[in-house]
């Protein structure tokens, strides 16, 4: 059975830093496209940024410079690295895979949430 | 990359059909077939209901139906069920090899 959970979510001053993690089971996430989404709090759903099975990267351009998508192939685990956070990065992130065969994102995690306040 | 347009809100009662619409450019929806649909409920994580335009995934009711014209795809609730009452996504493959999802509707079972 595929399973995402993420970790790492919490309350962070603005200007500071947080690595979101994503525990995979029931597939190889080297082997997929993987990808974060965020939902501020009341909003709608944002693409983040994601990392294809051969190591290319994208990012969103909000985040672009400061995010960085990466896995461990050893844990089966994606991460997130969030630098200079800013209240408008509020929101819960969730991990997603694409689905083998088709552009779409068939299986996600339960979320994290984010919080960026003094 | 903009959001795709949804409309903020549909209604309807049970039984009824709805549709919600998700409109695009030519350089996303219009671009490929490659809309998805996602659901979700408060507190949820979404769930993909439709992908590549038309195609259910397996366990999802066939009461969800999906097309496409032009620039704007459509999600067609049938048989409206108290069940469906959630928040409604559509996203699309872009040519700048990204994804964009849309505004959300929220579908009110009255």
């Known amino acids: 059975e595929v399973q995402l959970v993420e970790s790492g979510g919490g309350l962070v001053q603005p200007g500071g830093s947080l690595r979101l993690s994503c525990a995979a089971s029931?597939?190889?996430?080297?082997?997929?496209?993987m990808t974060w989404v965020r939902q501020a709090p009341g909003k709608g759903l944002e693409w983040v940024s994601f990392?294809?099975?051969?190591?290319?990267?994208y990012y969103a351009d909000s985040v672009k410079g400061r995010f960085t998508i990466s896995r461990d192939n050893s844990k089966n685990t994606l991460y997130l690295q969030m630098n200079s956070l800013r209240a408008e990065d509020t929101a819960v992130y969730y991990c997603?895979?694409?689905?083998?065969?088709?552009?779409?994102?068939?299986?996600w995690g339960q979320g994290t949430l984010v919080t960026v306040s003094s | 990359q903009s959001a795709l347009t949804q409309p903020a809100s549909v209604s309807g009662s049970p039984g009824q059909s709805i549709t919600i619409s998700c409109t695009g450019t030519?350089?996303?929806?219009?671009?490929?077939?490659?809309v998805s649909w996602y659901q979700q409920h408060p507190g949820k994580a979404p769930k993909l209901m439709i992908y590549?335009?038309?195609e259910r995934p397996s366990g999802v009711s066939n009461r969800f139906s999906g097309s496409k014209s032009g620039n704007t795809a459509s999600l067609t609730i049938s048989g409206l069920q108290a069940e469906d009452e959630a928040d409604y996504y559509c996203?699309?493959?872009?040519?700048?090899?990204?994804?964009?999802f849309g505004t959300g509707t929220k579908v009110t079972v009255l």
């Open positions: 997603a895979r694409k689905a083998n065969t088709a552009m779409t994102l068939d299986y």
């Open positions: 029931g597939f190889t996430v080297s082997s997929n496209y």
């Open positions: 990392i294809y099975a051969g190591g290319s990267t």
């Open positions: 030519s350089s996303d929806v219009g671009a490929y077939n490659y």
């Open positions: 590549d335009v038309s």
């Open positions: 996203s699309s493959y872009t040519s700048s090899s990204t994804y964009v």
